[in-house]
């Protein structure tokens, strides 16, 4: 699993409705894309559940490179470079992956926490806790799945986590799921993955 997201951040008096409007024209062009374990089309909207920002942030789980650089490179991922210009790519690998209590729900909510791996952790057990820190947000009430993957570049874990519901028990940046693109979900490896 690989873990992608990138973000528009756009002016405080942006009309949002143009992005739901994009969405609700585009989204079903991942609905059976070869390698996409989920997209999440997500967006934060100013001064709506607590959000300092306009931003539009999809959010991919990927099954496989392949199917990770047909999108980027294929011609898809033009259409947003077109219109917003050419975002920074923030990429992942993967280290959890778990189906929540409302696994058979829409999510309406998505949950992200980036946050730094310390120096001088001892890395096993950091990724452990991380993998099992997925494990328990999946079993919240309300949570669709979860996951958790690490940039070793930056060293920066990212849990990500969707919800059906706006009180999801995760911290971090919230999000509104506009759509959720799922062709390779049931292929996604579970739980800890090394």
Same mark, same amino acid.
């Given at each position: 699993?690989?873990?992608?997201?990138?973000?528009?951040?756009?002016?405080?008096?942006?009309?949002?409705?143009?992005?739901?409007?994009?969405?609700?024209?585009?989204?079903?062009?991942?609905?059976?894309?070869?390698?996409?374990?989920?997209?999440?089309?997500?967006?934060?909207?100013?001064?709506?559940?607590?959000?300092?920002?306009?931003?539009?942030?999809?959010?991919?789980?990927?099954?496989?490179?392949?199917?990770?650089?047909?999108?980027?490179?294929?011609?898809?991922?033009? =259409?947003? @470079?077109?219109?917003?210009?050419?975002? !920074?790519? $923030?990429? +992942?690998?993967?280290?959890? &992956?778990?189906?929540?209590?409302?696994?058979?729900?829409?999510?309406?909510?998505?949950?992200?926490?980036?946050?730094?791996?310390?120096?001088?952790?001892?890395?096993?057990?950091?990724?452990?806790?991380?993998?099992?820190?997925?494990?328990?947000?999946?079993?919240?009430? =309300?949570? @669709?799945?979860?996951?958790?993957?690490? !940039?070793? $570049?930056? +060293?920066?874990?990212?849990? &990500?986590?969707?919800?059906?519901?706006?009180?999801?028990?995760?911290?971090?940046?919230?999000?509104?799921?506009?759509?959720?693109?799922?062709?390779?979900?049931?292929?996604?490896?579970?739980?800890?993955?090394?």
């Amino acid at each position: 699993m690989h873990a992608m997201q990138y973000e528009f951040t756009l002016p405080a008096d942006y009309d949002m409705g143009i992005i739901r409007s994009r969405v609700a024209r585009v989204a079903h062009l991942l609905d059976d894309w070869d390698g996409l374990g989920i997209k999440t089309y997500i967006l934060r909207e100013r001064g709506v559940h607590g959000s300092p920002v306009n931003q539009y942030g999809p959010f991919y789980l990927w099954n496989t490179m392949e199917g990770m650089n047909s999108f980027l490179w294929g011609g898809t991922f033009q =259409g947003p @470079v077109r219109d917003f210009g050419r975002p !920074d790519i $923030r990429q +992942w690998t993967g280290l959890a &992956f778990e189906e929540g209590t409302a696994t058979g729900s829409a999510p309406a909510f998505a949950v992200r926490r980036r946050q730094p791996v310390p120096e001088g952790v001892e890395l096993a057990a950091f990724m452990t806790d991380a993998a099992a820190e997925t494990a328990r947000l999946a079993a919240q009430d =309300g949570a @669709v799945l979860a996951a958790a993957a690490v !940039d070793t $570049r930056a +060293w920066e874990l990212v849990h &990500f986590s969707l919800w059906e519901h706006d009180a999801p028990k995760a911290d971090g940046d919230l999000f509104q799921v506009l759509h959720l693109s799922a062709p390779g979900r049931d292929r996604l490896p579970r739980g800890r993955q090394w």
